[in-house]
C-alpha cells in the first residue's frame, strides 16, 4: 500500500526533529498532499491514524491539505490550472503541460506539545 510507506515517510520526518529538537509529543500535525501529488489524501489519512499510537502523533490533530495543481502550459506559454495528471490544458487542449504546483507530499507544520506556540513551517520535501 503506497499511502502506507508514505505515511512511514512522515512518521520519520517527525520523529527525527522530535529527536533533534527535544520535544515528544506533537499537538498538531499539517501534511499538504498537492492534487498532483499521486496521494490519495483519505488512505494516508487513515494510514497515519493508524501509525499513531505508540509514536509521538498519538493523540495528534491531523491536518491534510490538498493544494490544486498547477501546470505551465507551452503551448499557450502561460499557468493553467490541472485538476489531475494527464488531463489536458483546459484553456487550449493541449497535454504539453509541465506541473509546476501541487506535486508534493510534505510536513508543512508541526506543533508540539511541550513548547506551546511554537509551531514552525517545516521545509522537508518527501519526493
Ligand atoms: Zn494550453
Known sequence: MHELSLAGGVLQIVEQAAAREGFCRVRRLVVEAGALSG??????????????PGSCLEGSQIEIEE??????CQACS?????????????RCGSHRLQPTGG????V????????PGSAGPM???MS
Open 39 to 52: 496521494v490519495e489524501v483519505r488512505a494516508l489519512r487513515f494510514a497515519l491514524e493508524s501509525l499513531a
Open 67 to 72: 493544494p490544486p495543481g498547477e501546470a505551465w
Open 78 to 90: 502561460q499557468s493553467v490550472p490541472l485538476a489531475a495528471r494527464g488531463d489536458a490544458c483546459p
Open 103 to 106: 506535486t508534493d507530499l510534505r
Open 108 to 115: 508543512r507544520e508541526l506543533l508540539v506539545e511541550d513548547r
Open 123 to 125: 521545509a522537508s520535501s
